[in-house]
């Protein structure tokens, strides 16, 4: 099986290509024309610009693959493109999508109106009905961080002309919120940090402790593209890809410190009571728990990598690469001193 994968260079992209190569597969990814890095030794490559597709029409369908797997598609208006050029030239088309698309991520955001969305969210949950997943802000902010974010950012209508295009026959992966080696948003590192600082006390505003969220280790979120890549399955699906438990913030926050072998305590204050930097970021008593039973039914999907070792992973890289990050511990210790200090007082 020849596979091109588009997006293979980044942070999920370098864990597939080294487990498609496993499996025995022949592996092309598209890198831009500047691009430096070195590649895993049988990767062939071919150059383009990812936002001009068309340029490169008969280059890549020179390549003839049985597999295109996109892993970077940012809006409809791309996901259109690449059906044309590939109708025809390939037999199936995965495309990485985004748990963003659910009406729950809407109503955390305040960009969705109503009642909570009922959880978990599967697969035929209702999806957003604002275009737009991201304010402008949030968006230039991400575009600094992940340069394949266009203007039009939004998987809704990347989902659309995937699905409806009819041919090539097309899976849409919606994955999740995705930790490892590699995150540019170094998702653990905050907490990792105040238990690597030592801190006795880290602080939860309750909303934020209590929030669950769809979550995957990098490796494992590569291990059910290969499988949606090569298993013989129906075709114009769409698979939540998540790890079975929605774990709360403050559960997550405790594996890690059984990991890192932090001993300290946690706190949980009141959202209005906790520093500024720590209160939830919008509607937290929207949960975005999600259901993964498709893909564990249809493709036998298991993540191969335990969460010990996963979050172990994360964690020599997290300290290799650390970011900079401005933690005010003085704001956090007022909060401590004032908690303290009411607990003195009641005893």
Known sequence: MHVLVIGGSGFIGRFLVAQLLKTGAEVTVLRRQDATAPLQEGVCEVRGDRRRLAEIRSALRALRP???????????????????????????????????????????????????????????????????????????????????????????????????????????LRLPMIYGPGDRLH??????????????VILFAKGVAEWRAPRGYVENVAAAIVLATLADHPTHTIYNVAEAENRSELEWARILAEVVGWRGEFVIVDDIDAPPALRPPGNLAQHWAVDTARIRTDLHYVEPIPIAIALQRTIDWERSKPPSVAIDYAAEDAVVDRITTGRTAVS
């Open 187 to 200: 998702r653990l590192y905050p907490m990792l940090k105040r238990m690597d600082d030592r801190r006795p």
């Open 66 to 172: 049985d597999v295109v797997i996109d892993l970077i598609l940012s809006s409809g208006r791309q996901a259109v493109e690449l059906m044309n050029v590939w109708r025809g030239h390939t037999a199936r088309l995965i495309a990485i999508g985004s748990m963003d698309v659910y009406r729950a991520v809407g109503v955390l955001h305040g960009s969705e109106s109503g009642p909570l969305e009922p959880l978990p969210l599967t697969e035929r949950s209702p999806l957003r009905t604002t275009l737009q997943t991201y304010p402008l802000a949030q968006l230039q902010a991400l575009q600094s961080v992940f340069q394949w974010l266009d203007d039009e950012y939004d998987k809704i209508p990347v989902e659309r002309a995937v699905l409806d295009a009819g041919d090539p026959s097309a899976i849409v």
